[in-house]
């Protein structure tokens, strides 16, 4: 499969709990970006991360990215019930403007 | 200013039928994506355009898929004699230019189901 790896395939929290999600991907990269899919229906795009960084914050989002491993994770921090959702990575076949997705983290916040 | 659109958000058809999914970019967006997502699913690339060209098909599963841009703008996805298998969401996503380094912003889906 091209796809990436989403893991954990779902995830449940407290609210105000933070949340990890993890994203392994195959090819080369120039950078990695996240998504967020709220009911099964169109993505978001949450935050962009380069090759040459290893850590980016957003508000509440740190990603972090290790090429060596082809890994980058996601970090909620400070939950919110708001944050339920499916949280995808995605990269591009480096040359290509092909996006291949994870296969994605159900993130289940509870009040 | 206006998202990206589709049409129709649900379509129903029997087996064997041709359809047609639409897609309406973000103005000025010369980049276009169209992708399948099938239930619980990750994203499965099928094709691209910039501007109306589609430099790369290989993601379209089979002959029966195809898509075409007109006027750098809306986007048509055809599937003819559906399958079962094709039962899926249809998104598609648009973006100011092709680059690993532009968002893409995605419509709110096209919810097929083949009897």
Known sequence: SQQGEEDPQALSIQEG???????????????????????GRGLVHLILIRSNEREKHSGRLRVTLDTSKKSSSLLI?????ADTASYFCATVFTGTYKYIFGTGTRLKVLA | GAGVSQSPSNKVTEKGKDVELRCDPISGHTALYWYRQSLGQGLEFLIYFQGNSAPDKSGLPSDRFSAERTGGSVSTLT?????????????????????????QYFGPGTRLTVT
């Open chain 1, 77 to 81: 921090t400070a939950s919110r019930a």
């Open chain 2, 79 to 103: 599937i003819q004699r559906t399958q079962q298998e094709d039962s899926a969401v249809y998104l598609c996503a648009s973006s100011r230019r092709t680059g690993e380094m532009y968002e």
């Open chain 1, 17 to 39: 709990e933070n949340a990890t999600m993890n994203c392994s991907y195959k090819t080369s990269i120039n950078n990695l970006q996240w998504y967020r899919q709220n009911s």
